[in-house]
């Protein structure tokens, strides 16, 4: 006698990033083949699944669900109930439910998979050569986005009906493009145009040899990606390449590259197997390598006098249809003049790039959300972010802990925002330096729309401490306007926080924060501090010691007023320059900062780490004026990177107590740098000894810390610590000490993670 089976019905809530990553068809798929009856939808707060059928099949069917899900699902957790089967007779996907109140998580764009790839170049398919194709596992997603559930109606392809071809691809269970919303073809979906910088539509057969040919002879194009415009020409024509910074008014930061493959990438960097990893991921980032030292075909203004560079592979039909036609690595940067935001709109991009842009290649699907390119490099073998946007955002941020509903403004340069709910903390994509109306535009229109996607309604607004900050006066206002409780974090411990949250620390930590600029509790311009923190709050245990900023804000993008900041404040104002480079400056000039120090005119104290390596960049005549941050202080770390030198050669620095904090003393060291110098030692060679100083100071410092507390915990954070040289001299020394040491991978440690802590420290901060 046979047995019966015995029958179930499995009631699921599947919640992550689980709409358009090929989710439903995902789960149709599986039902079917576990001989499942029930259903699937989309809501806007999960993923529903009803499913019935023998018990050894429902069993199977949910471990399966996590374990053989699409590539691009993050799943957070699958719950599931029991019940008595409910007579079900098929599987089917249901429409898609909206919930007051529930959020869904949101998938970023998605690099082009390999089987659209092999599509767009297979002569005989129907998709050859077409830009804009996709499918469950890549193309548009967030930046098509208008409001969740993720259906084509909310989504900006909803101009486009889709033909019967791609209508029954769409309703076919084993097709990879059944419940592609942003599902097209040459037929029915999205197309090119090419135009000259005055609209002109330019007459051709075809739009993207045109194109190529158009690269090829030196010409700049604007061409529409997926989240805004793209500025690109010849990176090996040196030509193209400086009239490119010209119009752009760029005149020195690098530009990132695009190759067409990895083995052309391979032709001008060092690519280990982890950045191969990155490069190759549906993330698709720019990442920054180490350059081969003879690199030929790369004009020398890409990246000038830089060991590494910025380089990716193309992430979408477009781009690699471009690379294949014009044959050539291209510069592939923001579409738009220096710090503003990126132009995304057809109309917006002929008015704000005519004057940079000789050709311009447009195309008719909107763009909901702007999106720049992240920026990544590979550190102890682990991807961490420089610029956090295009793969990355909205992916949240997990938090161990359940956050109040937070609105957190950032910071002014790298500004990111960050909104929490439960346990996400959504840190937006790079909005950019706040320093115009259009950023700040761009700024609050992007809130609204991760509050509508996240459903959060924040009941704290949080800020940096700076009064003057552009998104401190939007927090001020917004948290009058819906009176909302109001918190002003100061910068440093914000870094900190960032770090620990993201390391998952939740005890007391040693944070080094290092950086340009931050407002201090006294009012000072801080940088190089050393702090005891947790996650509410924090104690200053130590600094490097104050010294002008001559001309204020002037001395960040003119570092020689720095290194005579650091001259006269330290070593007198009778100081002689004689055989230093500083010495043909303007005397005139000279004698007006001696004055500014003396009399401490415009010189507002600072013990920013950043500014010291400026000034000793400055010291060395690498740098009297920079056109963009970090400038001269990357010049001298370019100059000491590779170079050997003995590890117990440091320069002279002492730590003295003053008021209970740890003072790092700067004269002797100063007057050690321009000893060297005077006695024609190579910059190089000051330039590493400085840094493994640095780190030393650093490390000797959390010894004296911890020697008061105990505490053996130190979290990095800070932009100078993208510095690759004194990150990893810090870390070793520090680890050599018996310390943990926590750095940044998922935020950057610059500008651009801030808004994470102080999300962080709203949430724990107790009202006063």
């Given amino acids: 006698m046979v047995k019966s089976k015995t029958k179930r019905r499995a009631i699921i809530d599947v919640r992550g990033v689980v709409q358009g990553v090929g989710f439903r068809p995902f789960v149709f798929r599986l039902a079917r083949q576990h001989h499942l009856c029930g259903w699937v939808r989309n809501t806007s707060g999960n993923v529903e699944i009803e499913a019935e059928g023998d018990s050894a099949e429902v069993r199977s069917f949910l471990n399966e669900l996590k374990t053989q899900s699409p590539p691009m699902a993050h799943i957070e957790h699958i719950r599931a109930a029991f019940s008595e089967p409910a007579g079900y007779t098929d599987f089917v996907i249901q429409e898609s439910l909206s919930r007051e109140g529930k959020y869904q998580l949101v998938s970023p764009d998605i690099a082009t998979c390999h089987d659209c790839r092999d599509e767009i170049f297979n ?39 889709m033909c019967p071809r791609c209508k029954r691809e769409y309703d076919d269970p084993s097709d990879r493009r059944f419940h592609a919303q942003p599902n097209a073809c040459p037929d029915c979906g999205p197309q090119l145009e090419l135009v000259d910088a005055n609209g002109e539509k330019v007459k051709c057969a075809d739009v993207i040899e045109k194109a190529g040919r158009l690269l090829k002879q030196g010409k700049i194009l604007a061409i529409r990606g997926l989240g805004g415009f793209q500025l690109a020409c010849d990176a090996t024509n040196q030509t193209a390449v400086e009239l490119l910074r010209e119009r752009k008014k760029r005149p020195a930061k690098p530009f990132a590259v695009m190759a067409a493959t990895l083995n052309d990438i391979e032709k001008y960097c060092r690519v280990s197997h982890e950045e191969e990893q990155l490069l190759e991921s549906a993330e698709s980032p720019i990442v920054l390598l180490r350059r081969k030292s003879r690199t030929f075909d790369i004009a020398p203004a890409v990246a000038p006098d830089l060991r590494y560079m910025g380089m990716m592979l193309p992430y979408t039909p477009l781009h690699h249809l471009l690379l294949r036609e014009a044959g ?21 991009a002929l008015s704000r790039l005519k004057n940079i842009a000789d050709y311009f290649l447009l195309h008719n699907r909107e763009i909901y959300a702007r999106y720049d390119d992240s920026v990544y490099m590979v550190e102890e073998k682990k991807p961490t972010a420089l610029r ?14 359940k956050s109040k509903q937070i609105l957190a403004c950032g910071a002014e340069l790298k500004n990111t925002f960050c909104l929490t709910r439960d346990e996400h903390a959504f840190v937006s994509q790079h909005i950019g330096d706040m320093e115009n109306e259009e950023t700040l535009e761009h700024f609050e229109n992007t809130i609204g729309l991760y509050k509508r996607l996240f459903r959060i309604e924040p009941e704290i607004i949080a800020c940096d401490m700076h009064p003057e900050y552009l998104p401190s006066k939007y927090a001020h206002r917004v948290a009058t306007e819906q009176k909302s409780r109001l918190v002003q974090v100061q910068h440093h411990h914000a870094h900190i926080a960032s770090c620990m ?12 924060a290092f950086d340009g600029v931050g407002y201090g509790t006294d009012g000072a311009i801080w940088g190089g501090e050393f702090l005891v923190a947790d996650r509410a709050d924090f104690q200053r245990a130590g600094h490097f010691e104050y010294v002008p900023m001559p001309g204020g ?13 650091y001259i006269y404040s330290l070593l007198g104002e009778d100081f002689s320059l004689k055989g230093l480079p500083l010495a043909k400056l303007n005397p005139v000039e000279i004698d007006i900062i001696r004055q500014q120090v003396r009399k401490r005119v415009n010189c507002p104290p600072t ?15 690498l740098s009297y004026e ?11 770390e370019m100059l000491a990177t590779g170079k050997k030198g003995n590890r117990d050669r440091l320069y002279p620095v002492s730590l ?3 008021n209970g904090l740890a003072v790092v003393k700067l004269g002797e060291l100063f007057a050690a740098i321009i000893a060297d110098l005077r006695k024609q030692i190579p910059p190089a060679e000051v330039s590493l000894k400085l840094h493994r100083t640095i780190a030393g100071v650093v490390t000797y410092t959390c010894m004296c810390i911890c020697a008061y507390n105990g505490i053996k915990q130190v979290a990095l954070s800070g932009g100078v610590f993208q510095n690759r040289l004194l990150l990893g001299l810090t870390t070793e020394g520090l680890k050599e000490a018996g310390f943990e040491v926590f750095t940044h991978h998922l935020v950057p440690c610059n500008d651009g993670g801030l808004s994470l802590g102080q999300a962080v420290i709203a949430n724990f901060k107790k009202d006063r």
């Fill in 123 to 161: 002569p005989e398919n129907r998709r050859f050569h077409y830009p804009f194709t996709n499918c469950t596992n890549c193309g548009p997603r967030f930046t098509i986005i208008e409001d969740i559930p993720y259906d084509r109606p909310k989504t900006t392809m909803r101009e486009f009906k």
């Fill in 328 to 348: 050539l690595p291209l510069i592939m940067t923001s579409g738009n003049l220096s710090e503003e935001p990126i132009a995304k709109d057809n109309d917006e």
């Fill in 388 to 401: 956090r946007a295009r793969g990355y955002a909205p992916y949240p941020i997990h938090l161990p802990f």
């Fill in 501 to 512: 949250v993201e390391n998952g620390i939740e005890n007391p930590v040693i944070g080094v």
């Fill in 553 to 565: 804000a002037a001395a960040i993008k003119e570092p020689y007023r720095m290194a005579l900041g």
């Fill in 607 to 621: 013990s920013s780490a950043g500014r010291l390596f400026d000034a000793v960049a400055a010291l060395a005549g």
């Fill in 626 to 636: 920079v056109s963009y941050e970090a400038e001269a202080a990357i010049a001298l």
């Fill in 656 to 658: 003295e107590e003053q």
